[in-house]
């Protein structure tokens, strides 16, 4: 990483430390390391994704994968890191209410706005938010209002 933008707890034993690398072209990354000897949890760096939160010993990650594609529609890929074992979950991509958001109307950044209180996943899509359970992110989430 070239410049580190924040550090934060990530679990008991763990921290999450996050940044970016300039250049040609500007890149994030995040590690999740253990805070006694700062090893990293899990095999490799994370690209261009956000640490949404830690439930129990799962570090829930949101990939950006269709971040900025205005003729796509995919605004959440999550998969979790063990916290025990540095293992990673196969990832899901969330696309709630497809019909009412076509893929060639989306904004650039859709899903920059996601974020995880508990064990609920809220997926901003313009002015509606959609609530996941996060332990089980096949069932059909709860459509909100976005204040």
Known sequence: MGHVFSIFAAGRS????????????????????RADNLRPVGPKL??????????????????????????EYGPA???????????????????PDPQAHPPNSQPLGQGEHNYLIGRYLYVVVGSVTYRYNIMNLTRKPMRMHTP
Not at 49 to 70: E, N
């Open 14 to 33: 763990d921290i999450a430390v996050s940044g970016y690398n300039g250049g040609a072209f500007m890149s994030s990354a995040l590690a999740i390391l």
């Open 46 to 71: 994370i690209e261009d994704s956000t640490l949404l939160g830690v439930v129990g010993d799962r570090a829930y990650i949101d990939d950006w994968c269709c971040f900025g594609r205005p003729d």
């Open 77 to 95: 890929t999550i998969y979790y890191i063990s916290l025990k074992t540095g293992s990673e979950s196969p990832s899901v991509d969330l696309a």
